[in-house]
């Protein structure tokens, strides 16, 4: 398709269960982010990848959490021994970064229940 | 991780009045952009402002980059019931290249007939 694709839409598994999310960016686009929205939140921003660069880290809210960019375009967010905070929508997004100032395009998210 | 304010959290209004919503920030930003987001959906691009005292529109939509670089305003006017949905302002700042945004927590938008 044309847009940010996410998968799966929904997920639910047990506390301590180890999950992944997948991201296809929108072909082309070369930077790619994954943010966090809980339940009437806003978005807080957990990782960015850009072409080979090094990715800013910098949001991930703990080691449980790491994300893999293969190729430069797929993303996968995974989430190791789950616990209930971590419930919330896991939106991606994507962005040609030929310059800077690009706007980002958004998934529809994948939402994660920890039961 | 670090938000914006944004003013009003909520709002009720009826078919055919004008909106109004603003975001602030302790940090300057050298790009605001404006998103809606509804239900069960990614947030969807409304409006991009890229200079300092930029007033752009895109329909029933305006939205102005602060000339001080640490507030936006967004305007709907002549507001519809599709326009229900929750607003996102959202500002990147000078030490990022095409890196992270910064989110306001959000207004949420309810029309009325």
């Known amino acids: 398709g044309a847009g940010v694709s996410q998968s799966p839409s929904n997920k639910v598994t047990e506390k301590g269960k180890d999950v992944e999310l997948r991201c296809d960016p929108i072909?082309?686009?070369?930077?790619l982010y994954w943010y966090r929205q809980s339940l009437g939140q806003g978005l807080e921003f957990l990782i960015y990848?850009?072409?080979?660069?090094?990715?800013?880290k910098s949001g991930l809210p703990s080691d449980r959490f790491s994300a893999e960019r293969t190729g430069g375009s797929v993303s996968t967010l995974t989430i190791q021994r789950t616990q209930q905070e971590d419930s919330a929508v896991y939106l991606c997004a994507s962005t040609f970064a030929g310059t800077v100032n690009q706007p980002q395009h958004f998934g529809d998210g994948t939402r994660l229940s920890i039961l | 991780g670090q938000q914006l304010n944004q003013s009003p959290q909520s709002m009720f209004i009826q078919e055919g009045e004008d909106v109004s919503m603003n975001c602030t920030s302790s940090s300057i930003f050298n790009t605001w952009l404006w998103y809606k987001q509804d239900p069960g959906e990614g947030p969807v691009l409304l409006i991009a402002l890229y200079k300092a005292g930029e007033l752009t529109s895109n329909g029933r939509l305006t939205a102005q980059f602060g000339i001080t670089r640490k507030d936006s305003f967004l305007n709907i006017s002549a507001s519809i019931p599709s326009d229900v949905g929750i607003y996102f302002c959202a500002g990147r700042d000078f030490t990022g290249t095409a890196s992270k945004l910064t989110f306001g927590t959000g207004t949420r938008l309810q029309v009325t007939l």
């Open positions: 072909s082309g686009h070369t930077a």
């Open positions: 990848f850009q072409g080979n660069s090094a990715p800013d």
